[in-house]
């Protein structure tokens, strides 16, 4: 379940006593900006977290690819949502889209040793994929990895397994053989089938590292 700032108590809050065992993360639109003023200045406000426990905040991000009008509040947008995530001790699940340069260099200028995350639904090079892991940041992969044409099967081979997470963008990007169709958790399989043939390691090491790393990430047992 995820809420952005404004609706968490409302959304976010239902939705955990609604349901045992829904747990929450707090959204933050990449392009809507919701929790900076249209002067373009931060809030300075803090959702209350007590009620509920939170495991994250994202996604947040910056999105370049449909629109570069509120980039400035974009970035204005992620500083805030960075600066919660160091107050309150949660990773950021980051979304980038045509702005990994600048995604890297904004976490890079907030990280003062305790930031965390995950860059979610990774796609980029293998030098960017070695600034996120050097910023303490995890890579989430998903069913990009199986698409010929990717590429990504090449940077992975580069990068140590105990900084990636499994993903879905569920209903989004299935891997194959589901590509176009709606995507889902049962399809994680396929993408750790993926990197166990990448790496030439066994499947069972890639389930299990990588399920120890999200459990790292989110502090869950």
Request: charged content about 25%; proline content about 4%; some cysteine.
């Given at each position: ?18 349901e ?5 993360g ?33 996604e ?7 629109d570069?009008?509120?980039?400035e ?23 980038t ?19 965390t995350g ?6 980029g ?6 600034a996120i892991?050097?910023?303490g ?6 069913g990009?990895?199986?698409?010929k ?5 090449e ?9 990636l997470?499994?993903?879905t ?7 194959d ?7 889902e958790s ?6 750790a ?13 890639v389930?299990?590292?990588?399920t120890?790393?999200a459990?790292?990430i989110?502090k869950?047992?």
């Amino acid at each position: 379940v995820t809420a952005d700032a404004v609706n968490l108590e409302r959304v976010a809050f239902t939705s955990y006593e609604r349901e045992v065992g829904v747990f929450a993360g707090i959204k933050g639109e990449k392009h809507c900006v919701a929790v900076v003023r249209h002067d373009g200045h931060s809030t300075g406000e803090r959702p209350t977290l007590s009620r509920v426990e939170i495991l994250h905040f994202g996604e947040v991000g910056l999105d370049y690819h449909w629109d570069t009008t509120f980039k400035e509040q974009q970035q204005e947008a992620l500083r805030y949502q960075a600066d919660l995530a160091l107050h309150y001790n949660l990773p950021l699940i980051m979304h980038t889209r045509e702005a990994m340069a600048d995604c890297i260099e904004l976490i890079r200028s907030k990280q003062n040793g305790s930031l965390t995350g995950i860059f979610h639904c990774f796609g980029g090079t293998l030098a960017e994929a070695q600034a996120i892991i050097e910023l303490g940041f995890y890579l989430g992969i998903g069913g990009v990895l199986t698409y010929k044409k990717s590429g990504l099967a090449e940077v992975l081979a580069g990068v140590p397994l105990d900084r990636l997470v499994l993903e879905t963008d569920a209903p989004y990007l299935a891997p194959d053989p589901y590509r176009g169709k709606r995507n889902e958790s049962s399809h994680i399989p396929y993408i750790a089938a993926h990197i166990a043939k990448t790496l030439k390691i066994p499947m069972e090491n890639v389930a299990s590292i990588t399920t120890k790393n999200a459990k790292d990430i989110f502090k869950s047992e």
